[in-house]
Structures are given as C-alpha cells and as structure tokens.
C-alpha cells in the first residue's frame, strides 16, 4: 500500500512525489514512470469519438487512485481514490491496516462540517470540506434513511450512520465537487520551465507570417524566493527569423531533430528535378510550447511552424504538451452586400467547422501512417494532411485537428509567388 499525505485544495503525494491540483499531464505521466516499479498497472482512459467532452483519466488501477484531468487545459482537476492506500492528514493516519476510515476516524481527523448529503440513486452519503469529499458506502437498504424534501433546498442533509466507512475521497479545488475547475499551475510545477499560456498566429492576407506567443515563467536559481510570482511575457517569432533570433526569444529547445529525409517531397509538382540538398534542414523541438520550428539547412532561416495539439489517441500524444493557439481569419462574402467576416480557428476547431470557414481543399488529402524505426506499428491509425492558405491540418479519424504546419511565403523568385493557386 502507497503512504500518502492528503491536502485538501491542493494535492496528495509522500516525500519523493506528490500530485498537485493543476498539473500538467505531463508531469503526471513522468511520475509514473519514474516511479514504475511501485506504481504498476496504469491505465489511460479518455473519450475516441469526443476528447474534449469528458475528463482524461490515469487510472492507477492496483493503487485504486484515479487523476482526472482536465479535457482542455489538461491541468490535474480532481484526484480520487477508492481508499486502498494508507492516507494521513496532518501527521494522523486516517486510513491504514490498522485504522479504518470510518465516519468517526474522518471526524477525528479533519473536524466538524456540514451533515453529510445523501444520494438515494447511489445508495451514498457524501461529507464535503473545502477541497475534500468522502463517500460512504450503505451495507443495506435498512440504513438508507428518510428522504426529507423540505429540508436544504431538497437535498437531504442528514447525519451519516455509525461506523460507516470511506468508499471514495475526491481532492479538488473550491466548494462544490461538480463545479470545480483545474486551477492555474502551481509555482511547484514549473521546475525552471517555460510554459505558452497562448499562442497567436500572425498573418495577412495571403497566410502566416508568424508567432505571438505569450510565456510564463517562475524564477529559479539562486538567491530565489520560494513564493517568487509567475511572469507572463510576449515574443514574437516570423518567418525569415535566424536561429539566435528564435534562441534569444524562447530560449534552448529541448531537442535539435535533424531531418534525415522529406516523405513530402513527392507530392510536390517536379520531385526528380529538386537539387539534393548536401545538409539536413532541422528542427528545434520545445515540446513543452507544444511548437517545433523549422530551419534551412542553408540559410539557418526559420520556414516553417508545426502546432501541436496533444489528442489522446494520437500517435505522438503525451510528447508534446498542448499549444493552445489562436488563428484569426478573414472571411470575404460574396454578393452585393459583401462584407469581412472575423473568424478565429482554435486547437479545439473540428475540420468541418475549419472547412466550412476556409473552403474544401481542391487536392486529395495525403495519407499520414506515424511509426518509430524501432517499432512500425501505429494502433492509432493513419491521419490525413490537408492544405489550406499556407497552412496543413492533420486531420485525426475522429475529426479533430492533431497539428498545424504553418509556412512562409514562398521566395520572390518561386514561380509559386504568382499564382494564387499555389496557395
């Protein structure tokens, strides 16, 4: 059994790791990982069909613990447990081999609250705190106790049986279990990291130029107060930039990828009259942005952004974290009384309603199969690439978007650059 220290509003962990309210997925996963040898069995639970519409869950199946987060944000939003692991509060055991969690154990531990609530249709009482619930299990009908409609809006409020023990513990933020919201990440989290709270696509009329993104950050190193506040700050980033331009802006990326190979290349008009290139064009990889940006080979010029969204059920889920990015169009509508129409595609825009704006590409989509050298397996399945206005959308089967790949305007001597078309 896991010793676990319970903080109401705020997390559950022990001395080497601990699970706090506003996490990142992530850093989640990384725990679990890292501590695979006592953590086992964990299991990835979300919706195929609709991600966004319910939690994402790592089920620690064996711990009988359960991390529920947040299907947008994917911040850590509720944390509950059947109460197979030794919990203590404020250095008292509340459930242990030796101490069960019973109403009076509760009590004892955490004070006086409110009656509990009870739920005929689960056969449960709920005993609520701020940031911290408990559900009793009934051992029989005999127990359920009268139904009070008169009493608390229609809830019945009523004192819970003796010796009634903990079914479930739910840790979360505020007042009301249902209500409650993933919280800002804590300072705790950011361990020197530098996280996108938004990024903005910039652009004209003709596609994108570029990157707004805006960064938080909390101060580390020496001399660094512990309760140091997060800093937003805003960088730009455009097409043409060098790599000391992005350096300066974002700092190190968390990994250089240099290209092997372009699988896109035969897709382009003439691929057996292109010039081998004697040197790979590269990544910088800043998977916590959730961005990867590409430079020539030859100029060391950026040419192109790839957003990522981090869907579950997609190949490369959980490598990178989710961008959270804005692009804003410009719509023209024909017709006497033709008018601009504002429009802002988001990282939760479905393709449907992202064709319905831009306009059904006029080219077959290209098949996309993601597999490692190691292992050319995908149980995900194959997403399609469309492009639209200087932009590629990798479409997953379920309809959301997995990625953006942005590019630049196409040299002045291209060809490409006088034939609208070619956008």
């Known amino acids: ?91 008292v055991h509340f459930n ?23 739920n005929a249709a689960e056969q449960l009482f709920h005993l609520n705190f701020r940031g911290l619930s408990f559900s009793f299990q009934l051992d029989s009908w005999s127990e359920a106790p009268k139904y009070e409609p008169n009493f608390a809006h229609g809830l019945a409020s009523l004192q819970i049986p003796h010796g009634a023990t903990v079914r479930r513990m739910y840790i979360y933020s505020g007042n009301n279990l249902q209500e409650t ?47 140091t506040k997060v800093r937003a700050v805003e960088r730009n980033i455009y097409f043409g930039d060098s790599c000391q331009d992005v350096l300066s802006a974002l700092g190190s990326p968390h990994k250089v990828f240099y290209k ?25 990889n800043y998977y916590i942005l959730g961005v990867d940006i590409l430079f020539d080979s030859t100029t060391h010029l950026v040419k192109k952004f790839v957003l990522h969204t981090n869907y ?10 989710r961008c959270d990015f804005k692009i804003p169009l410009i719509i023209k509508k ?5 008018q601009s129409e504002d429009c802002i595609l988001t990282t939760y825009s479905k393709w449907d309603q992202i064709q319905e704006l831009l306009g059904h590409p006029m080219e077959k989509p290209v098949v996309l199969h993601r597999s490692s050298s190691a292992n050319n397996t995908n149980p995900f399945g194959s997403t399609f ?15 959301h978007i997995a990625s953006v790949t942005l590019y630049g305007a196409p040299r002045p001597s291209s060809l490409a650059r006088a034939d609208p078309s070619a956008h």
């Open 181 to 227: 919201k993933a919280p800002v990440m804590p300072l705790a989290c950011y361990l020197g990291n530098v996280y996108a709270e938004s990024v903005l696509v910039l652009r004209d009329g003709a596609g994108p130029l570029g990157l707004k993104l805006r960064l938080l950050t909390a101060g580390c190193g020496p001399g660094v107060l512990a309760d």
């Open 1 to 91: 059994m896991l010793d676990l220290e319970v903080v109401p509003e705020r997390s559950l962990g022990n001395e080497q790791w601990e699970f706090a309210l506003g996490m990142p997925l992530a850093q989640a996963i990384s725990i679990l990982q890292k501590h695979c040898r006592i953590i086992k069995n964990v299991q990835v639970l979300y919706s195929e069909q609709m991600p966004l519409s319910h939690d994402l869950i790592l089920n620690l199946t064996q711990d009988g613990i359960k991390l529920l987060f947040d299907a947008c944000n994917q911040r850590l939003k509720v944390r509950g447990d059947v109460c197979v692991c030794v919990c203590v509060c404020v250095g």
């Open 385 to 399: 690439c469309f492009g639209l206005q200087r932009m590629i959308f990798e479409v997953m089967q379920n309809n």
């Open 96 to 118: 242990s081999q030796a101490i069960a969690p019973t109403i009076e154990q509760i009590d004892q531990s955490f004070g006086a609250t409110h009656p509990g609530v009870y």
């Open 260 to 284: 092997s190979e372009d699988k896109m290349k035969i897709h382009s008009p003439s691929p057996h009259k292109q010039v081998p290139s004697k040197c790979n064009d590269y990544f910088f």
């Open 312 to 321: 579950p059920g997609h190949y490369n889920f959980n490598i990178y974290h």
């Open 334 to 338: 024909d017709g006497a009384d033709a």
